[in-house]
């Protein structure tokens, strides 16, 4: 009976293991290639009994992007030890600027009198969250990619106005095929040419 049980306690820690390696070696095959992810952050699992090297990468700040936040090509392999259930999320260079870039802006918006009423919140707009929102929009990653930068675009370009903008994406390509930036009307998508 206990050497029934030592199996399968062995074949679980082995299937439990591997697919967790099989897990990671897709995340890389996903995201290696896509020029948006700068790098991983490492996220523990919730069923982690014991502290152990897991605990010290999803707290380490090691390349000063933020606590348990890897570069692509130096994040430690998955997983980290048998048993282990811990997994990458995406992050994006957006990300990594966001809190930043956002105090910056902020100021400025203050600085120039913006409308408060109109103003985004750039932390948000400049988060993966918001980013992860466009991955899925079409069945066409290079249209996902534009809807995204055309959004964000518009949205900080009009931040604390009443003006819009308007993009049109080739739904093959992912291109812009045109664009609208100066509107002057407000709450209209209409060029006033003198």
Same mark, same amino acid.
């Given at each position: 009976? %206990?050497? &029934?049980e030592? !199996?399968?306690?062995?074949?679980? =820690?082995?299937?439990?293991? +591997?697919?967790?390696?099989?897990?990671?070696?897709?995340?890389?095959?996903?995201?290696?290639?896509?020029?948006?992810?700068?790098?991983?952050?490492?996220?523990?699992?919730?069923?982690?009994?014991?502290?152990?090297?897991?605990?010290?990468?999803?707290?380490?700040d090691?390349?000063?992007?933020g606590?348990?936040?890897?570069?692509?090509?130096?994040?430690?392999?998955?997983?980290?030890?048998?048993?282990?259930l811990?997994?990458?999320?995406?992050?994006? %260079?957006? &990300?990594?600027? !966001?809190?930043?870039?956002?105090? =910056?802006?902020?100021?400025? +918006?203050?600085?120039?009198?913006?409308?408060k009423?109109?103003?985004?919140?750039h932390?948000?707009?400049?988060?993966?969250?918001?980013?992860?929102?466009?991955?899925?929009?079409t069945?066409?990653?290079?249209?996902?990619?534009?809807?995204?930068?055309?959004?964000?675009?518009a949205?900080?370009?009009r931040?604390?106005?009443?003006y819009?903008?308007?993009?049109?994406?080739?739904?093959?390509?992912?291109?812009?095929?045109?664009?609208?930036?100066?509107?002057?009307? &407000?709450?209209?998508?209409?060029?006033?040419?003198?």
């Amino acid at each position: 009976m %206990a050497v &029934e049980e030592k !199996s399968r306690y062995v074949a679980e =820690r082995i299937a439990r293991t +591997e697919s967790a390696r099989a897990w990671y070696q897709g995340f890389l095959k996903d995201t290696m290639g896509d020029p948006d992810v700068v790098a991983y952050r490492w996220v523990e699992s919730t069923r982690h009994p014991t502290e152990d090297i897991c605990d010290e990468y999803a707290k380490v700040d090691a390349y000063g992007l933020g606590p348990g936040i890897f570069p692509k090509d130096k994040a430690p392999e998955l997983p980290a030890h048998p048993h282990c259930l811990c997994h990458y999320e995406k992050v994006y %260079a957006s &990300e990594l600027d !966001s809190y930043v870039l956002n105090d =910056r802006l902020e100021k400025e +918006e203050q600085r120039y009198g913006r409308n408060k009423e109109t103003a985004i919140n750039h932390a948000y707009i400049n988060s993966g969250e918001y980013r992860r929102k466009f991955d899925k929009i079409t069945d066409n990653p290079d249209v996902n990619r534009a809807l995204y930068y055309a959004a964000k675009q518009a949205l900080i370009h009009r931040s604390g106005t009443r003006y819009e903008d308007m993009f049109w994406v080739d739904k093959t390509t992912g291109k812009v095929v045109g664009k609208i930036l100066d509107s002057t009307i &407000e709450e209209k998508l209409y060029t006033i040419k003198e």
